[in-house]
């Protein structure tokens, strides 16, 4: 079965960097985009970021664009999340997210609804 683990999430002070990590196994990763979502307390889960089978292209929030870096190995089945200037803000859990199949390009895993496999979940806490 799909199985999506994320590692990776801590404590860190504003102005710092913090690197996730996704190991997917159960699917062929080469062939599905992949995504991040976020989850703060309180509020609904959203959009982080989503990158295509390839890498090539990629998709982000505003409120990250130019912070957080998406990517991913199709050699070892991992996708992660580089994140810089972090901000309190950004404090929530992080998920990994696939698409049902494969047909699902980046740009539509944006929305949730075509999330059909998540991760358990990485917190991530920044001090100000």
């Known amino acids: 079965q799909v199985q999506l683990v994320e590692s990776g999430g801590g404590l860190v002070q504003a102005g710092g960097s913090l690197r996730l990590s996704c190991a997917a196994s159960g699917f062929t990763f080469r062939g599905y985009a992949m995504g991040w979502f976020r989850q703060a307390p309180g509020k609904e889960r959203e959009f982080v970021a989503t990158l295509t089978w390839s890498g090539e292209s990629t998709f982000y929030a505003d409120s990250v664009k130019g912070r957080f870096t998406i990517s991913r190995d199709n050699a070892k089945n991992t996708v992660s999340l580089q994140m810089n200037s972090l901000k309190p803000e950004d404090t929530a859990v992080y998920y990994c997210?696939?698409?049902?199949?494969?047909?699902?390009?980046?740009?539509?895993?944006?929305?949730?609804?075509?999330?059909?496999?998540w991760g358990q979940g990485t917190l991530v806490t920044v001090s100000s």
């Open positions: 997210a696939a698409p049902g199949n494969p047909a699902v390009p980046a740009g539509m895993l944006v929305n949730p609804r075509h999330v059909g496999n």
